[in-house]
């Protein structure tokens, strides 16, 4: 047991309930946006605080000042192809809120971000490959999993899905995938009706969703 009991929201903007259930609680949180934990009576917000907070909570951060700093890199090498993937995919100059306005002159070129985007996605799936040769980022054993394993998973979850050519590049990252989904409690979850009627990558609005 990880001893959290956290009020963590399942993608609480796609649905007329859950954005009104993310507004209300707007306001009362440290920068109000999304996402955001309640654990107790601690609010964290921003993908990067939630996730280092949930690492520490629940044994995921390495102690070890070396592992901690690859751990680091690998995050933020995710954080960056995950805002190049969203540039890819969500015109930035369409008003997506109600009363925004929208640009009368920019133009979004999807299929020339999207070809520059694999081009990206390639060349630090070779990199990150190296990183993965033992299995688990720091190790071969179950034991040796970090917070950064699961970041790198749930994105390139994705970008397979995006960019599945890609991945041709990197062998030993696919096995490390597969190696997580075979994780206690991970196949359970993706098998579990939850997981099955919420899963999406991006939302509607975007120029390419699933």
């Not at 933020?76 to 015109?91: A, F, H, N, P």
Request: a negative charge.
């Amino acid at each position: 047991s990880s001893g959290i009991n956290a009020e963590w929201p399942l993608r609480p903007g796609m649905s007329e309930d859950g954005f009104k259930t993310w507004m209300s609680r707007k306001d009362g949180l440290p920068l109000g946006n999304l996402p955001y934990l309640v654990d107790g009576d601690v609010q964290v917000t921003q993908s990067a605080a939630v996730a280092r907070y949930l690492a520490r909570r629940i044994g995921l951060m390495p102690s070890d000042e070396k592992d901690l700093t690859l751990c680091e890199m690998v995050e933020q090498e995710v954080y960056d192809l995950k805002l190049r993937m969203s540039i890819t995919c969500y015109d930035p100059y369409k008003s997506y809120m109600p009363g925004a306005p929208a640009s009368e002159i920019g133009k979004h070129d999807y299929d020339f971000l999207k070809a520059a985007f694999e081009k990206r996605l390639r060349e630090r799936l070779e990199q990150l490959d190296k990183l993965y040769e033992k299995g688990f980022l720091l190790g071969s054993d179950e034991s040796k999993i970090c917070y950064a394993d699961f970041l790198a998973y749930e994105f390139m979850d994705h970008a397979r899905a995006f960019c599945p050519e890609c991945f041709e590049v990197a062998p030993n990252f696919v096995r490390f995938m597969g190696l997580f989904e075979g994780l206690k409690g991970v196949k359970e979850w993706q098998n579990g009706e939850v997981y099955k009627a919420g899963q999406y990558i991006n939302s509607p609005m975007a120029k390419w969703a699933k």
